[in-house]
């Protein structure tokens, strides 16, 4: 017999091999087609799981994103806006296989520097970024039929600041569909995740992506800053937090540049009694603890039916004691690390709070590594809707519990929020979930599951969550502007 | 037909601490009825995310020789003879010659006429009740279709018993299920429980096999898994073996909640048995974790949880012998039974 373990579900440590990965010590900008110095001060970028150092970073000054601009617009000018649709395309699909070529190293990479598990990054993120250079390559040459009329025309240049959460995700939610539709790119990826989007610049090298299609440079806010501000820009996304983007807004307001954003959000997860209970309770889980709760459409509050309120606590409760927090190239690790110290500090700041006004609060039983950024999944029951959880995005592995009697006043206390990126519907009962859906304010409603993401489905939100949307159809559309009348 | 609700069912304890003393069809009825209804995406992708599991080393080492000690080695063939099932027994005793050390399996699994070979070949290896040993479980009431009269299959039972079986696998009626009759199918399994009784007052443990595959919806899975429990049923199993799709990870997870959601509401704890399709250790180390990560670790134990199963036993020899050595061998380094 083998030894006998204190317990079957202590698994041996199962770590994913970083051998894959050959890093470089330094990382300058990609401009232009190669790696050049950065002007600013160069950062470091850290594993949110260790604090140890991964690599150091060019941050670029405004002078750095003049360069890239500048070589945005030439490429545009003299190659990309001149290529026919299908040879995009083929640049395209040729990008989306290399990414499942190298599928492996990223998702290491982008666990190693985000924080997030690396099942999540390998089963979810990285499959996602394959799926959606596949599928705006399958639109560079049908642009004709984007619903913009004939020869619908690509904008220009794009500007694209993007967050930490999915780092290499929302690259390729940014990138893909500019470069389909004929722009070329300028993007910034957050301060605290650069390494995959360097990577990723490398696989446009290897792809022989002309000079200057796609330029990435790296930096903090002020970089954004100037790259949005940048008057040679015709088109910025941003996709972040609801205070900058409404700074961004400001900043762009009256300079003819077409303005994607995409938010904050605090969607309601509703479970009406006859929900398929079991089902439900993960996808609460799946809801608010994936990947760390880092998510703005995470299904921060759930709305439960009040004569079911006990029963789905106790199975949330039950179930997340046997969710695994830890590290986060573990393959069996459920909650990776928190993204950064700020982040840990809103969280806790957030739940304090919480704990202040009243709410119960609830957390799983895990013993927390002593190095990190880490917080314990964490519910907090009898939530009220004037509560600050329950009107502030948390951003975190934060659960607040609210209930509800009657469908109207679910539909009511789901639309009682700045917010409107997303929601989620429980029942077995079909008419009633289209019923429910048909009055919820938010830009993706998921009905019985939670956080399922496809590249043909639009993606975006009502009030304060933004506006455009990006994927699918709608997606294209935000890069591109129909034929003159 | 109309079915007659307000008929009294047999006066099962379980179903009577559960629905109330007044124990009628409609009681039954209303119950299962009231089961919260199955999400076939979600427990299939819950299933899935059990499945990515990685179980390495040490804990692989401990999982091999769990899964060996919760095999129920299994011939339900027409063809079998007492040679074979001596041969059968010979392999649960000793399932790798060439290393001692490798655990016994649960129990052996054959046909009613089978189980005096079976006994015989045990001899004081026989678990007969105790907690060392090797048990002998015997299908019946008609196995695998079930079709036949309620008295040859108690017959069927009561023999098998009477030989020395401490384990009876009985078949529900599939039809009467599907067609509504919930009661008749509670009262088979009620009367198949008595007749599980010993002379001497113990009873042989009662598998109660749901036959998935037949039932084809979860939500039927999840209805069938509680009125076999409500009806007294020691173990809950998949399948016969015999019809396609035998067990599966979603439906062994399915079968898993409804005993878990039995324990929090009774403090009892009921067995689950997959039987049929799981041939290699990499699929059996996903039952595992599905066991422990939904009902707990307690579970991982033969008055619990077994493995229905013929040709796992080698493929988890193998991987055992590859640990130990740190080479793969070959299909002539494990024996055939």
């Known amino acids: ?485 | 037909m109309t079915i007659q609700t307000s008929v009294a069912l047999a006066p099962a304890a379980r179903a009577i601490s559960v629905l109330g003393g007044d124990l009628t069809e409609r009681a039954l009825r209303l119950h299962l009825e009231g089961l919260s209804g199955v999400d076939a995406v979600g427990l299939e992708q819950r299933s899935a995310a059990l499945g990515t599991r990685s179980i390495k080393t040490s804990s692989k080492a401990w999982a091999l020789d769990k899964i060996i000690q919760l095999i129920d080695l299994t011939t339900l063939e027409g063809s079998d003879t007492p040679g074979k099932v001596r041969s059968l027994v010979a392999k649960a005793l000793t399932p790798d010659p060439s290393d001692p050390s490798t655990p016994r399996v649960a129990a052996v699994c054959v046909y009613c006429d089978m189980v005096p070979a079976a006994v015989a070949a045990l001899g004081s290896a026989h678990a007969a009740g105790s907690d060392s040993g090797v048990s002998v479980a015997a299908v019946a009431t008609a196995f695998p279709s079930g079709r036949a009269s309620l008295r040859v299959k108690l017959a069927d039972t009561a023999d098998a018993v009477e030989a020395g079986a401490d384990e009876i696998d009985m078949v529900i009626d599939r039809g009467a299920f599907l067609s509504g009759r919930y009661g008749q199918v509670f009262d088979d399994i009620v009367a198949v429980k008595e007749a599980c009784l010993r002379t001497d007052g113990t009873s042989a443990h009662l598998k109660v096999i749901l036959e998935t595959g037949e039932l084809n919806t979860y939500d039927n899975v999840r209805r069938a898994s509680w009125l076999a429990i409500l009806a007294g049923g020691d173990f809950i199993k998949t399948s016969t073996g015999k019809v396609a799709p035998a067990a599966t990870l979603p439906v062994t997870l399915l079968m898993l909640e409804a005993v878990r959601d039995w324990y929090r509401l009774t403090g009892e704890r009921i067995g689950v048995k997959p039987a049929g399709g799981i041939r290699t250790s990499k699929d059996a180390i996903k039952y595992l974790v599905t066991v422990a990560e939904t009902v707990g670790e307690e579970w991982l134990a033969p008055q619990l949880f077994r493995f229905g199963a013929s040709s796992l036993l080698n493929d988890v020899l193998l991987q055992r012998q590859k640990l130990t050595t740190g080479h793969y061998s070959g299909p002539d380094y494990v024996t055939v039974d």
């Not at chain 1, 046997?322 to 982040?343: C, F, M, V």
Request: hydrophobic share 40%; with cysteine.
């Open chain 1, 1 to 485: 017999m083998p030894e006998p373990r204190n317990s079957f579900l202590d698994y041996a440590p199962a770590p994913e091999s970083t051998a894959i990965l050959h890093l470089k010590k330094d990382y300058g900008l990609f401009i232009d087609g190669e790696f050049v110095d950065g002007r600013g001060k160069s950062f470091a970028t850290i594993s949110p799981a260790t604090e140890k150092h991964i690599a150091t970073i060019a941050n670029a000054s405004s002078d750095d994103v003049d360069t890239a601009v500048k070589a945005a617009r030439r490429a545009y000018d003299h190659t990309w806006s001149r290529m026919s649709g299908s040879d995009r395309g083929k640049y395209l699909f040729r990008i989306a296989r290399l990414v499942q070529e190298r599928a492996r190293e990223l998702a290491v990479a982008e666990s190693l520097d985000n924080g997030k598990p690396i099942k999540e990054s390998r089963d979810v993120d990285i499959p996602l970024v394959a799926a959606w250079f596949f599928y705006y390559a399958g639109w560079a040459d049908k642009l004709d039929y984007a619903g913009l009329g004939a020869a619908p025309r690509s904008l220009g240049v794009a500007a694209q600041v993007i967050p930490w959460n999915f780092p290499l995700l929302m690259l390729a939610w940014k990138i893909a569909p500019a470069l389909a539709a004929g722009n070329t790119v300028v993007l910034k990826p957050a301060e605290t995740t650069p390494l995959s989007a360097l990577l990723f610049a490398e696989i446009l090298q290897q792809a022989e992506l002309p000079n200057g299609v796609v330029n990435i440079i790296t930096g903090a806010g002020d970089t954004g800053q100037a790259l949005v501000e940048h008057p040679d820009v015709n088109k910025v996304a941003f996709t972040g937090s609801t205070a900058v983007g409404r700074a961004i807004a400001k900043s762009v307001a009256g300079t003819g540049k077409k303005l994607t954003l995409e938010l904050g959000g605090k969607a309601a997860n509703i479970v009406f009694d006859d929900a398929p209970i079991d089902q439900a309770v993960e996808g609460i889980v799946n809801g608010i603890f994936f990947n760390q709760g880092h998510v703005c459409c995470a299904g921060s509050r759930l709305l439960v039916q009040e004569n079911i309120h006990d029963e789905v606590v106790e199975r949330l409760k039950q179930r997340l004691s046997t969710l695994r927090l830890g590290d986060p190239l573990d393959k069996n690790t459920d909650i990776g690390a928190i993204n950064s110290r700020e982040q840990l500090e809103r969280i806790r700041e957030l739940s304090d709070i919480g704990e202040a006004e009243g709410a119960d609060r609830w957390t799983a039983d895990c013993a927390i590594p002593e190095n990190g950024f880490w917080f314990a999944p964490t519910i907090f029951d009898n939530v009220s809707t004037s509560s600050r959880i329950a009107r502030e995005e948390i951003f975190g592995p934060v659960l607040s519990v609210l209930t509800f009697r009657t469908p109207a006043e679910a539909i009511s206390k789901a639309n009682n929020t700045p917010y409107g990126l997303s929601a989620g519907i429980w029942s077995d009962k079909g008419s009633k979930i289209l019923a429910v859906a048909d009055q919820l304010k938010a830009g993706v409603i998921w009905a019985n599951t939670f956080n399922r993401f496809d590249p043909a489905s639009p993606f975006g939100g009502y009030k304060e969550s933004g506006y455009g949307r990006e994927g699918g159809r709608h997606g294209l559309a935000a890069y591109l502007e129909g034929a003159a009348k």
